[in-house]
């Protein structure tokens, strides 16, 4: 259980890694595509109705939607599920993004990244054990949203 419980505290860490950095200047939304808005939704609302239907099917939906530039990046959640309630007023592109401690200098990812606000409920067998906010990046590649699926440390 303690075992469970310092992965769940590494997750929820890596999920919110770069946000308690601060960035000078004022934030300024910029605008989106709406086809780009309405892939990003797809990719969460995805991302969700797999969670509903189990570890398994989740686990699925990550590795098809894993970024293909980071496909050796992908980690195993075992049998926890992650519901992750975007903020898509927040929604804002981030050209200068790199996924923290992506191997063998890999660098920004191809395709538009976006970064938003999001609430994330972790889960396992159905009960609650955490609850997060934070920022989560998607990235628009040839007309289809994919992700970083997150990896649990411990």
Same mark, same amino acid.
């Given at each position: 259980?303690?075992?469970?419980? !310092?992965?769940?505290? &590494?997750?929820?860490? *890596?999920?919110?890694?770069?946000?308690? $950095? %601060?960035?000078?200047?004022? @934030?300024?939304?910029?605008?989106?595509?709406?086809?780009?808005?309405?892939?990003?939704?797809?990719?969460?609302?995805?991302?969700?109705?797999?969670?509903?239907?189990?570890?398994?099917?989740?686990?699925?939906?990550?590795?098809?939607?894993?970024?293909?530039?980071?496909?050796?990046? !992908?980690?195993?959640? &075992?049998?926890?599920? *992650?519901?992750?309630?975007?903020?898509? $007023? %927040?929604?804002?592109?981030? @050209?200068?993004?790199?996924?923290?401690?992506?191997?063998?200098?890999?660098?920004?990812?191809?395709?538009?990244?976006?970064?938003?606000?999001?609430?994330?409920?972790?889960?396992?067998?159905?009960?609650?054990?955490?609850?997060?906010?934070?920022?989560?990046?998607?990235?628009?590649?040839?007309?289809?949203?994919?992700?970083?699926?997150?990896?649990?440390?411990?």
């Amino acid at each position: 259980m303690r075992r469970r419980l !310092l992965a769940l505290v &590494g997750l929820a860490g *890596l999920l919110l890694a770069g946000c308690s $950095s %601060t960035i000078p200047g004022e @934030p300024v939304a910029a605008a989106s595509p709406s086809s780009d808005r309405q892939l990003v939704q797809g990719y969460f609302t995805e991302l969700n109705a797999a969670a509903a239907e189990g570890a398994a099917t989740q686990r699925d939906f990550l590795q098809r939607s894993q970024h293909p530039d980071y496909l050796d990046e !992908l980690c195993d959640l &075992g049998d926890l599920t *992650l519901n992750i309630d975007p903020a898509m $007023s %927040t929604l804002r592109v981030d @050209p200068d993004w790199v996924p923290p401690g992506a191997g063998r200098g890999a660098g920004h990812p191809r395709g538009l990244v976006y970064v938003l606000g999001v609430s994330v409920s972790i889960r396992q067998d159905g009960a609650l054990l955490g609850e997060q906010i934070g920022s989560q990046r998607v990235v628009i590649l040839d007309g289809k949203a994919y992700g970083f699926a997150p990896c649990p440390t411990g």
